[in-house]
């Protein structure tokens, strides 16, 4: 028996957690933002040390810095903040904003051009490694910036602003797509003895495009510092297994200091057994298998304002798995039964996040408010994890691995989202946590969420995608249309000498087809007009609140949440069953508004709905799953791996050896 219902609650119930988890929170901060159960960060940007478009001080600034950017331009007040930069190799010196920024007083500045020099305090008197380049072309490894660069501005940013700030890696895995890592043994940006080493030490040995063959070295006799490089295995299937030692080294020497999350997995469609590209949902079951406290998820695309007239948000061709986007998310997060949900269909820990990538403003400087490429980290996406008090860095990673986040785009939500489950009694269990329950019983389900009263977008004209539904709703006021819960079966870890491990896929639209949990429904769909209406404690937004039941089965099963403002069978952006489309399809809308911008794409002389006006427009948030057992019934993975995360812990704490972070502060 599945669980199943045929009613609504519509109560104020669920404001105890609120009131709960507010009166807990309000004693560890006082400034505005204090009781806020989450806190806002971003783990995936760029700057100029491999191919972003500002200096690494710069992003930081505009991530986490409050009000007006001394050159112009808005900051995002982000909580925490991971600098994460390609692995590899860059010619440009990141203390400067490439050229193309448009800031002033900031110009192209390679490597050649400052050796020896001290500049924002930094003095870097050679290119370490293997030679790589020659004049300007002269490449520095990624190992070495982001010990002498990146490392040392977050060290200086820490004095600046009360964030937690993070030294981290958009790893560039052998035999696949992109990957975000950090590992944060050793970074203390408030001491003097801190570093990096770690995350470079990664960079150094596991990613593709960084051939160095020499690292640091030990003394004058040029003994490496990190010997046993392996520069051959890193493409294909070999590559697969390269990157599968990646996940290992960082499970037997940081299980709960480090983490690996996927990003774009669909961009460069499926994966070759003779190349650099994709992933299949058996890659993702290999680094789960191999990293249980370290490899737990899959990121968003990020790039969403790249939207054109014929596709593209997200970085995204049609040769990508899916065709491209939907609702912003690729196919393997958008899709009801896709492979997020085959994945969470064996009960395993793994969580979906979000992040900006954000590398530049297309065809706009850095300063300017429209954007045809990228949004800064905080504009447009935040990823929510659990507002710990003293907040630290190891409290980013201990709420990512637990699940308990959430992601948004375009504030469509605040911070103090609640989405919880129980049966009997008070014992709620929230995002990545597992309910166990009696078969017929009664599962009492709440969530309570605040639509802010605006976002960061530019535009206040009417969104044009609602238009043709007779909707009259401004870009920068989106208004929540409704909720999916969406559950399925678990039907148990699939064993990698299964038949069904290793699922071939498909680049294009005929990836969106396949079905890797056919158990998987929207089982819930919750009007925001059936919802109680309240405010917000903060009293910038509309507080709603719902609460449903399902009834126990025989068989464990999860729930997962999403929502939009995208009612359902919108034309050209939505199905009848409240599914987003291909996000190509949008672009078919015009905007005819005469505040429509004229950096928006044009057919046959009609501005079309693309890049930024685009992304305000179709906007959602996804919550990470609550699972359910019956009682008596084999635990999930999902509870056996926290069980693991909870024993190293333990034995951290006994051995007195636990790398704790000084980075921290009292918050919100």
């Known amino acids: 028996m599945f669980p199943s219902s045929k009613t609504i609650l519509l109560t104020a119930a669920s404001a ?45 600034d505009r991530a986490v810095g409050r009000g007006t950017a001394s050159a112009g331009g808005n900051n995002f007040d982000l909580d925490w903040f991971t600098l994460g930069n390609h692995g590899g190799s860059g010619n440009r010196d990141c203390r400067f904003s490439d050229t193309s920024a448009n800031l002033p007083g900031q110009t192209t500045t390679t490597w050649s051009q400052t050796l020896g020099q001290t500049i924002d305090g930094i003095t870097i008197s050679s290119l370490k490694g293997t030679p790589n380049g020659t004049g300007t072309g002269a490449q520095m490894w990624r190992w070495q910036s982001i ?21 981290g890696l958009e790893w560039i895995a052998p035999g696949h797509e992109h990957v975000d890592v950090a590992v944060i043994t050793g970074q203390h940006p408030r001491k003097s003895t801190g570093n990096a080493d770690k995350v470079a030490e990664f960079e150094y040995r596991f990613d593709r495009a960084d051939v ?30 390269k990157a599968l030692s990646g996940v290992k080294w960082l499970q037997a020497n940081y299980p709960l200091q480090s983490y690996i999350i996927p990003t774009h997995t669909e961009r460069q469609g499926p994966f070759s057994a003779t190349a650099n590209k994709g992933y299949n949902i058996e890659h993702f079951r290999d680094f789960n298998n191999a990293g249980p406290t370290v490899a737990f998820g899959i990121e968003s695309p990020g790039h969403f304002a790249e ?47 979000v992040s900006s990538d954000w590398h530049s403003r297309g065809a706009g400087g850095a300063r300017d408010s429209f954007t045809t490429a990228d949004f800064i980290p905080g504009e447009y996406t935040k990823l929510y994890v659990p507002n710990a008090g003293r907040f630290s860095s190891q409290q980013v990673i201990d709420g990512m691995r637990s699940g308990n986040s959430y992601s948004v785009n375009a504030d469509l939500i605040g911070p103090d989202m609640v989405f919880r489950a129980k049966t009997r009694g008070d014992d709620w269990k929230t995002m990545g946590e597992t309910l166990v329950v009696r078969p017929g019983e009664k599962i009492t389900v709440e969530m309570e969420l605040t639509v802010p009263n605006e976002n960061n977008s530019p535009y206040s004209f009417d969104n044009p995608l609602l238009v043709p539904v007779g909707i009259k709703q401004p870009l920068n006021k989106p208004a929540l249309d409704h909720v999916d819960l969406i559950t399925g079966q678990i039907t148990g870890v699939v064993a990698p000498d299964a ?63 999403r929502g939009t403002n995208i009612p359902n069978g919108t034309p050209n952006v939505s199905d009848t069953a409240g599914n987003p ?14 505040a429509c911008p004229a950096h928006l794409e044009t057919v046959n002389g009609a501005k079309k709905v693309t890049h930024d006006v685009q992304s305000y427009s179709n906007v959602w948030f996804y919550a990470n ?34 790398d704790h972070d000084d980075h921290h502060h009292d918050h919100h």
């Open 212 to 241: 160095d063959a020499i690292g640091p070295v030990i003394d004058a006799g040029g003994n490496q510092l990190w010997p046993g490089k392996d520069n051959v295995n890193n493409t294909g299937t070999a590559g697969h297994q």
């Open 499 to 561: 038949a069904n491990y290793a699922v071939a896929n498909v680049a294009g639209t005929a990836g969106a087809a396949i079905v890797y949990n056919s158990s998987a429904t929207i089982a819930r769909q919750i009007q925001a007009t059936q919802m109680q209406r309240g405010h917000g404690r903060d009293r910038d937004g509309v507080r709603l609140r719902f609460t449903t039941t399902f009834v126990a089965g025989t068989k464990p099963f999860y729930i997962r949440a």
């Open 16 to 60: 105890s957690l609120a009131l709960t988890q507010s009166a807990a929170a309000e004693g560890l901060g006082h400034n505005e933002r204090r009781g806020n159960p989450y806190v806002a960060g971003d783990m995936h940007n760029h700057n100029t040390c491999t191919d972003g478009s500002v200096a690494a001080g710069y992003t930081i």
């Open 625 to 658: 799953p609550i699972f359910v057992r019956p009682e008596g019934s084999p635990k999930l993975l999902v509870e056996t791996n926290a069980e693991l995360a909870r024993r190293l812990g333990r034995q951290a704490d006994n051995d007195h050896d636990h």
């Open 307 to 353: 939207g054109g007239a014929t596709g593209g948000s997200g970085s995204y061709t049609p040769a990508a798995v899916g065709g491209g986007t939907y609702g912003m998310s690729g196919i393997y997060t958008a899709k009801v039964g896709g492979l997020w949900d085959g994945l969470l269909g064996e009960g395993r820990n793994f969580f979906v996040y």
């Open 147 to 167: 010990r002498e660069v990146e490392y040392p501005t977050i060290v200086d940013r820490s004095a600046k602003y009360d964030k937690v700030l993070i030294e």
């Open 581 to 594: 489309v291909l996000d190509a399809n949008n672009a078919l809308v015009s905007c005819i508004d005469p």
